[in-house]
């Protein structure tokens, strides 16, 4: 018997054990079981202390991506960068932390079309804003448009910033709006908090939104990008994409798509 699980908390919501136990399956591993795991972040080091050989991993939702990353005894590029991680690996010599949130946000909007070099704005300053701002460093850019509701949050991205090679462009939230003159708007905030800004923006042509929530969907901010013909991405592409990368971390298989995709969407349909 192996077994994974994705923690955080509040985790009762999460689509993960629906697309890992179904890619399991595809790939032919029976004795492979994924669960889900409630866990706050000053639980998580008694937790991964107490896991047994039978591990092979843990994925990371909030509040647990900082602390995840604290635990591991090596990391990848991306984590260190980026300070946050969102998968533990459990190897010979200790845990091994990643951030697949970054290939994951890479390609959907590479899918979208997005193209190299882009202007981009972000919409937040968590830890998915961190991933955002190493997705626009791997598609060329310099600079990003960072707009939070608060001052402080810009600040805290710094590090991160300065490690991927990226230059903060800090906008206070009043001025989002003007922000959406963007090639790509990333959009990492709470569900509802840019509710407002859907009647508020100009949607510059052939612009891609990706919007972070998956539920509800489509949020009134992915709604206004569909009716402007803009490409939209959604929390679910992304839940999709950065599963793939976990997937083959855990099992050291490549990951039956597919399947794992058509469960995320029929578990999804049904919310």
Known sequence: MRKAAVCGKPIGHSLSPVIHTAGFAAAGLLSWTYTAIECAEAELPDLVAGLGPEWAGLSLTMPLKEAGLALASAASPVALATGAANTLVRRDDGWFADNTDVPGMVRVLRDAGLPQQPTVTVLGGGGTARAALAAAAAFGATEVT?????????????????????????????????????????????????????????????????????DPWPTPLAASAYTHGVRVVSGLDLLLAQALGQFEHFTGVPAPEEAMRAALTAAASVR
């Open 146 to 214: 960072v707009v939070t509701r608060r001052p402080e949050a810009r600040d805290e991205l710094a590090p991160a910033a300065s490690a991927l090679g990226v230059t903060v462009l800090g906008r206070e939230w009043s001025g989002a709006p003007a922000a959406f003159d963007a090639d790509a708007i990333i959009s990492t905030v709470p569900k509802g908090a840019a509710d407002s800004l859907a009647t508020a923006v100009h949607w510059r042509p052939g612009a891609v939104l990706f919007d972070a929530i998956y």
